[in-house]
């Protein structure tokens, strides 16, 4: 793959990756519905996300890192509205999500220590598809989806796409993998909106 169509898959992906999350972010803000979106999977995303901007850093892959900044805002953004709008109290939907992103926080550290930075990529590939896990539960445990934005999900399979193109061009396991789960766990997500 030549180095203009490789620049245009990853501008691709970091525009589809940071748009993400906003369709989901205004249809909270604008209808303060939070059925069947999940504050797990909204503080698992900023936590991924986080990692996703230092292992771009730490491999010199700096085409990963806008996507990571943006990301995490906006999932904050998320999490943020699901626990203030939600009419499950913050106090019983919070524990939980940190709970998760305190588990998620140290997976990468203990994957980098013991593997370097190419199992750290492995494991945040792998930890994509724990990212959208609580969505795809939320999604299907819940009789009215009204609170979910499609728009949202078909772009997470796009990106996960195109980020397997861009990992496949440069050797990337990791990105490789963010792929295969992305593209599996939105293709739920879309079956059933």
Do not use: C
Request: glycine share 10%.
């Amino acid at each position: 793959m030549d180095m203009t169509t490789l620049t245009l898959v990853v501008i691709a992906a970091n525009v589809l990756g940071a748009s993400m999350a906003v369709p989901q972010a205004r249809k909270l803000l604008r209808t303060r519905r939070t059925d069947g979106v999940s504050v797990t999977w909204a503080a698992i995303s900023a936590t991924v996300n986080a990692w996703w901007g230092i292992y771009g850093i730490g491999v010199n892959d700096f085409g990963i890192v806008p996507v990571s900044v943006v990301s995490v805002a906006s999932y904050l953004v998320i999490t943020v509205g699901v626990v203030r709008f939600s009419p499950v109290t913050a106090r019983q939907s919070l524990p939980p999500a940190l709970a998760a992103v305190a588990a998620v926080s140290t997976v990468p550290v203990i994957a980098l220590l013991l593997g370097g930075w190419v199992t750290a990529g492995i494991t945040l590939g792998a930890l994509y598809g724990v990212q959208l896990f609580p969505a795809v539960v939320a999604v299907y445990r819940t009789i009215d989806v009204s609170g979910v934005s499609l728009a949202t999900w078909a772009i997470a399979f796009a990106e996960a796409a195109l980020w397997g193109v861009y990992g496949f061009a440069g050797a990337d396991i990791g990105l490789l993998t963010l792929a295969g789960t992305g593209m599996v766990m939105s293709s739920l997500v879309l079956a059933r909106l």
